[in-house]
């Protein structure tokens, strides 16, 4: 018995992209077209845009494929909580994929206001506008409970 391949570089039944492979399927942030007189549920999708930027991970299989997270990303923020030791190597791995995606990151750095020197957070906040050149870092923290006189902890 033979069997009939599909080649990956044609469109797929629909005209859209290949369902199997994931670097090619519709995914949130796609332009897509679907058949407005369509009267079954779910209707289909006809058509996609090419997208301008895709997010992309590897998969966790053994396999050496892609996974697509979004597609049209125009920014990218990077949010990294104080609360905890700083790890200036997962932004940087961060970072990496924001930019390979085509986006424009910011590093948000959330509970700043646990941080208790503020020298100690400009330190913080210019470890990591080293290992991020070019791209905005924003210290946030919690706006303090109304009528409180000091920031509770």
Known sequence: MRRRHRRRDRPCRHGVRDPHDPLRVVCTGDWAAVDPEG????????ACLPRRTAFARSTSSKRSEGQILAAN?????????????????RIERFLAL??????????????ADLVPDPVGLSYLVEDVET????????PSARPPARGSTCSPR
């Open 39 to 46: 009267a079954s549920d779910p209707r289909y999708v006809r």
């Open 73 to 89: 990303v125009d920014h990218a923020v990077i949010a990294v909580s104080l609360a905890v030791e700083l790890d200036l190597g």
């Open 98 to 111: 924001a930019w390979e995606s085509g986006a424009q990151p910011t590093v948000v750095l959330s509970k």
């Open 131 to 138: 290992v991020a050149p070019g791209v905005q870092v924003l």
